[in-house]
C-alpha cells in the first residue's frame, strides 16, 4: 500500500504564491511519476504537472513559467511551487503517484485564488 499526504494549500491574493508537498510513505517503487493535479467546482479533473524519476518534466500550458515541479527521491517528495496565482487556479490540488500496482492520489488540498 502507499500512502500520499498533502499540504500546503490555503487561501491568497490573485499574484501570490503558494507552496505544495506530498509525501509518499509505504511500497513506493524507485521508477515512478509524481505529480499534481486538480479539480475545480463542475469541472474535470485535469493535469498540472508531473515529473518523473529521472526529473523529466511535463506542464499543461496554462501554467509553464508559473508553477514549478520538483522532487526529492530520497524522501520520497514531490513540491509544486506556484507564482503568480490567479483565480482561474482555484481548485482541489491532488497529488497523484503513478507506478506499478497504481496509481495513487493523496486526499486533495483546496487553493482558493481571490482578493
Known amino acids: 500500500q502507499v500512502q500520499l499526504v498533502e499540504s500546503g494549500g490555503g487561501l491568497v491574493q490573485p499574484g501570490g504564491s503558494l507552496r505544495l508537498s506530498c509525501a509518499a510513505s509505504?511500497?513506493?517503487?524507485?521508477?515512478?511519476?509524481m505529480g499534481w493535479y486538480r479539480q475545480a467546482p463542475g469541472k474535470q479533473r485535469e493535469l498540472v504537472a508531473t515529473?518523473?524519476?529521472?526529473?523529466?518534466?511535463n506542464y499543461r500550458d496554462s501554467v509553464k513559467g508559473r508553477f514549478t515541479i520538483s522532487r526529492d527521491n530520497a524522501e520520497n517528495t514531490v513540491y509544486l511551487q506556484m507564482n503568480r496565482l490567479a483565480p482561474e487556479d482555484t481548485a482541489v490540488y491532488y497529488c497523484?503517484?503513478?507506478?506499478?500496482?497504481?496509481?495513487?492520489w493523496g486526499q486533495g488540498t483546496q487553493v482558493t485564488v481571490s482578493s
Open positions: 497523484n503517484l503513478d507506478q506499478d500496482l497504481g496509481p495513487y
Open positions: 515529473i518523473s524519476n529521472t526529473n523529466w518534466r
Open positions: 509505504g511500497r513506493v517503487f524507485s521508477i515512478n511519476t
